[in-house]
């Protein structure tokens, strides 16, 4: 059972937090974007660069187009190249690569660098656990990433062209047990004192 935001803490916060694949239909208000948004930009900078930027999805009928877009070059990626590994779930015409999740809220940044690229993963983990303090589920799907780099695809989002998707990620309220997955302990190649 989770926490509510003000119980929670930070420690608690980063040893809950796990992708949710199940989502309730409730739509998420403007003003609880808004506050994962205030989170996802106090992450470090390089520069001071805050090279990030947002584009919020919550229009159901675009988020299926998105997913089946995601699914058909899944497919043909699969059959160019056959090694490639993509889970079979991805084949079934019902499976929604997001979930059904009511909001995408995609994390992009206006340049490509390195640094950039950096930025906007340290933003997507602050809004990732700032969204679970208030008990509310996320995963990031990055296997929409490719598609959603496409010129066209940029154009329906409004990304201007010279920007990059780093992380799409969906939120909502989980439907369902939800859990966190086991973790390898930390490997420490050296420890000079
Ligand atoms: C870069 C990146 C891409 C991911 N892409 C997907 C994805 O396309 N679909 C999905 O269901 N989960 C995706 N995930 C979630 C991972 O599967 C998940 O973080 C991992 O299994 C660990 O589980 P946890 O987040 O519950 O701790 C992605 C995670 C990362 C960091």
């Given at each position: 059972?989770?926490?509510s935001m003000a119980?929670?803490?930070?420690?608690?916060?980063?040893?809950?937090?796990?992708?949710?694949?199940?989502?309730?239909?409730?739509?998420?208000?403007?003003?609880?974007?808004?506050?994962?948004?205030?989170?996802?930009?106090?992450?470090?900078?390089?520069?001071?660069?805050?090279?990030?930027?947002?584009?919020?999805?919550?229009?159901?009928?675009?988020?299926?187009?998105?997913?089946?877009?995601?699914?058909?070059?899944?497919?043909?990626?699969?059959?160019?190249?056959?090694?490639?590994?993509?889970?079979?779930?991805?084949?079934?015409?019902?499976?929604?690569?997001?979930?059904?999740?009511?909001?995408?809220?995609?994390?992009?940044?206006?340049?490509?660098?390195?640094?950039?690229?950096?930025?906007?993963?340290?933003?997507?983990?602050?809004?990732?656990?700032?969204?679970?303090s208030i008990?509310?589920?996320?995963?990031?799907?990055?296997?929409?990433?490719?598609?959603?780099?496409?010129?066209?695809?940029?154009?329906?989002?409004?990304?201007?062209?010279?920007?990059?998707?780093?992380?799409?990620?969906?939120?909502?309220?989980?439907?369902?047990?939800?859990?966190?997955?086991?973790?390898?302990?930390?490997?420490?190649?050296?420890?000079?004192?």
């Open positions: 059972m989770l926490k119980e929670m803490t930070l420690r608690e916060a980063i040893g809950g937090r796990c992708s949710v694949r199940g989502y309730s239909a409730e739509n998420l208000e403007r003003h609880t974007i808004e506050a994962l948004l205030a989170a996802a930009v106090r992450a470090p900078t390089a520069m001071h660069a805050e090279p990030w930027l947002f584009v919020v999805v919550q229009d159901l009928v675009k988020l299926k187009r998105l997913s089946d877009c995601v699914k058909a070059a899944l497919a043909k990626d699969r059959q160019l190249h056959p090694a490639h590994h993509h889970p079979d779930i991805f084949l079934q015409p019902d499976f929604n690569v997001f979930y059904d999740a009511g909001t995408l809220v995609i994390i992009c940044a206006n340049s490509k660098s390195s640094f950039a690229q950096a930025d906007g993963w340290l933003a997507a983990e602050n809004l990732m656990l700032f969204a679970h008990q509310l589920g996320t995963c990031v799907i990055g296997s929409a990433v490719e598609v959603l780099n496409m010129p066209e695809m940029k154009v329906e989002f409004n990304i201007p062209s010279a920007s990059m998707v780093i992380a799409p990620i969906i939120v909502g309220k989980p439907r369902g047990e939800t859990g966190t997955s086991a973790r390898k302990a930390p490997q420490v190649l050296a420890w000079f004192s």
